[in-house]
């Protein structure tokens, strides 16, 4: 996979992920697969809505059907949110390294301070 279509990849599940009824129906499905009119039964929109709604989660690569019998069964695809879960695992990384870094710099700023002060104090005294 490229750069692009990883980006891509990216992109399109988050703006999916954007609509909380698109959110709604991923945590649905997260129980296991289920058709459109179960989905339906579960959330305050339609049929035609919900089958709207799942076409985008399919597009974004998080939601997969398949057919079985006359139905069409909607589950979360396995990888979907692989993209996501990249970008939050780096994204944090790189946060608690930032606080790390800060916590390193004003410990030891701190420490600098106590040992001046404690200098100082010790060359008052006669």
């Known amino acids: 996979m490229s750069n692009q279509s990883a980006a891509e990849a990216f992109d399109a599940a988050f703006d999916a992920l954007g609509h909380p009824m698109r959110r709604r129906m991923l945590e649905l499905l997260r129980e296991g697969a289920r058709p459109v009119n179960q989905i339906a039964a579960e959330l305050p929109i339609g049929r035609p809505a919900v089958s709207k709604h799942l076409k985008v989660l399919e597009g974004a690569g998080l939601v997969e059907h398949r057919s079985r019998g006359t139905r069409n069964l909607y589950a979360v695809a396995p990888a979907g949110l692989a993209p996501i879960q990249r970008w939050l695992t780096e994204t944090w ?3 608690l390294g930032a606080f790390a870094a800060y916590v390193d710099q004003h410990t030891t ?3 600098s301070k ?6 100082t104090s010790s060359e008052e005294k006669p």
């Open 93 to 95: 990384d790189d946060t």
């Open 109 to 111: 700023t701190e420490a």
């Open 114 to 119: 106590t040992t001046e002060a404690s200098e």
